[in-house]
């Protein structure tokens, strides 16, 4: 963070306390801070505050001009290296989202060519609110980055997501974007992730566990790391993660198997992170099914092996397959990397603590071709998947030498 130019948007909640923490640790790191507040902010916080924190002026108007030679708002935006709103309330990011430039914060954003991370900071009713999710992920559409808000206690005395994460994570994540390697710059990744639903009547349907938290993360880390990426993701409640990302949605387990053969020749790197069913109901049936008296038996047949067909189709493709098991990981594992002919294979134990469905960290064992393992100890899904992308990399240069 050393000379950086950071703008600290702070917006108007109880979570703003906390950029005072946030003005502070970045200064002490070298940056050059300049905060913008809008007026239900100063309701929290005095400027004067940040002002003595960051030893510059504080902006809270848009017509305060202090220098007839310059305006404001353009001066402040051009001169950013990255802006920063911690905490971004929900009405923040609607206008945003939405093109609003009302105040200085807004025209400020809007005019700026420089990244922007959003911190969310709100209760966890607000955050889960369709019209919340759909202005955050136009934000991700536009190419800004979220620091996710953390899960807890919250002032208004509800426990959920939707707490500010603390300044030292917030400039971390920031660090990770700004230094993340360009190692996949060139290569064209394809991801599978989530669960598929396979229908019994319009009211049912069989399904799994999987969130498609890893998935994600693989694909966010992926664009990080300079790769062009699709995503293939079954029904999830997750948001298209920023970058060269294209998102394909699919239901079930036909539906991925179609879109995935049909995209695998085209890339470079294929990781098939999906939970896809292995069975599907024999027969479906058009109106709901009623409750009868007796045993209910559900015929099943099997699904298409979408991993055994990319297996059996592979030229230049680094094929990588993931097993989610409770028993016998390397055993099961290695048994699927070679039934398969994939190139390497990630397993994880679902059972384990830290590292099950829905989970937000992993533990997770990568096998290679020459059988080759690399424990990748527990860590946050997007650390794992840095991890899993690198050891990928590692291996395509070992094959090529």
Same mark, same amino acid.
């Given at each position: 963070?050393?000379?950086?130019?950071?703008?600290?948007?702070?917006?108007?909640?109880?979570?703003?306390?906390?950029?005072?923490?946030?003005?502070?640790?970045?200064?002490?790191?070298?940056?050059?801070?300049?905060?913008?507040?809008?007026?239900?902010?100063?309701?929290?916080?005095?400027?004067?505050?940040?002002?003595?924190?960051?030893?510059?002026?504080?902006?809270?108007?848009?017509?305060?001009?202090?220098?007839?030679?310059?305006?404001?708002?353009?001066?402040?935006?051009?001169?950013?290296?990255?802006?920063?709103?911690?905490?971004?309330?929900?009405?923040?990011?609607?206008?945003?989202?939405?093109?609003?430039?009302?105040?200085?914060?807004?025209?400020?954003?809007?005019?700026?060519? *420089?990244?922007?991370? +959003?911190?969310?900071?709100?209760?966890?009713?607000?955050?889960?609110?369709?019209? @919340? $999710? /759909?202005?955050? &992920?136009?934000?991700?559409?536009?190419?800004?980055?979220?620091?996710?808000?953390?899960?807890?206690?919250? *002032?208004?005395?509800? +426990?959920?997501?939707?707490?500010?994460?603390?300044?030292?994570?917030?400039?971390? @994540? $920031? /660090?990770?974007? &700004?230094?993340?390697?360009?190692?996949?710059?060139?290569?064209?990744?394809?991801?599978?992730?989530?669960?598929?639903?396979?229908? +019994?009547?319009?009211?049912?349907?069989?399904?799994?566990?999987?969130?498609?938290?890893?998935?994600?993360?693989?694909?966010?880390?992926?664009?990080?790391?300079?790769?062009?990426?699709?995503?293939?993701?079954?029904?999830?409640?997750?948001?298209?993660?920023?970058?060269?990302?294209?998102?394909?949605?699919?239901?079930?387990?036909?539906?991925?198997?179609?879109?995935?053969?049909?995209?695998?020749?085209?890339?470079?790197?294929?990781?098939?992170?999906?939970?896809?069913?292995?069975?599907?109901?024999?027969?479906?049936?058009?109106?709901?099914?009623?409750?009868?008296?007796?045993?209910?038996?559900?015929?099943?047949?099997?699904?298409?092996?979408?991993?055994?067909?990319?297996?059996?189709?592979?030229?230049?493709?680094?094929?990588?397959?993931?097993?989610?098991?409770?028993?016998?990981?390397?055993?099961?594992?290695?048994?699927?990397?070679?039934?398969?002919?994939?190139?390497?294979?990630?397993?994880?134990?679902?059972?384990?603590?830290?590292?099950?469905?829905?989970?937000?960290?992993?533990?997770?064992?990568?096998?290679?071709?020459?059988?080759?393992?690399?424990?990748?100890?527990?860590?946050?899904?997007?650390?794992?998947?840095?991890?899993?992308?690198?050891?990928?990399?590692?291996?395509?240069?070992?094959?090529?030498?």
């Amino acid at each position: 963070m050393l000379n950086k130019n950071v703008i600290l948007g702070v917006s108007g909640g109880i979570a703003a306390y906390k950029a005072c923490a946030l003005t502070s640790k970045l200064t002490q790191q070298g940056a050059n801070v300049k905060v913008i507040m809008t007026e239900s902010a100063t309701k929290f916080i005095s400027p004067l505050t940040f002002q003595a924190l960051s030893r510059n002026p504080v902006y809270t108007d848009t017509f305060d001009e202090k220098d007839a030679e310059k305006i404001a708002h353009i001066d402040l935006a051009d001169w950013a290296d990255m802006f920063v709103i911690a905490p971004a309330t929900a009405n923040i990011i609607g206008k945003i989202a939405n093109g609003i430039a009302d105040d200085m914060m807004t025209t400020s954003i809007l005019a700026t060519k *420089a990244p922007v991370y +959003i911190a969310p900071a709100m209760n966890v009713n607000m955050y889960e609110h369709p019209g @919340v $999710i /759909k202005n955050m &992920q136009t934000l991700v559409n536009f190419g800004y980055h979220f620091i996710e808000p953390g899960a807890g206690y919250l *002032a208004c005395g509800w +426990i959920g997501k939707g707490r500010l994460e603390e300044p030292e994570t917030i400039i971390e @994540v $920031i /660090k990770s974007y &700004q230094n993340s390697p360009r190692l996949l710059l060139g290569k064209k990744v394809l991801i599978s992730a989530g669960p598929t639903r396979e229908k +019994i009547d319009p009211v049912r349907f069989f399904s799994n566990r999987s969130t498609g938290k890893m998935g994600y993360k693989l694909a966010e880390a992926a664009a990080e790391m300079g790769a062009e990426v699709t995503l293939v993701s079954g029904p999830v409640n997750l948001a298209t993660p920023s970058g060269t990302i294209k998102r394909i949605d699919v239901t079930t387990a036909e539906e991925m198997y179609k879109v995935t053969t049909e995209e695998f020749s085209s890339h470079d790197i294929v990781i098939k992170a999906a939970a896809v069913a292995d069975y599907r109901p024999k027969v479906t049936y058009d109106n709901k099914m009623k409750k009868q008296d007796g045993i209910l038996q559900v015929e099943m047949e099997r699904t298409k092996d979408i991993l055994k067909t990319l297996g059996e189709n592979k030229t230049k493709q680094f094929l990588v397959g993931f097993a989610a098991e409770t028993q016998n990981l390397k055993a099961y594992g290695l048994d699927k990397l070679n039934r398969k002919n994939l190139d390497a294979i990630v397993v994880n134990n679902v059972a384990e603590d830290g590292a099950g469905f829905g989970s937000d960290t992993n533990i997770v064992t990568y096998f290679n071709r020459k059988l080759e393992q690399h424990v990748i100890p527990k860590a946050s899904k997007k650390e794992v998947a840095r991890e899993i992308l690198k050891l990928i990399l590692r291996d395509m240069k070992d094959d090529q030498s």
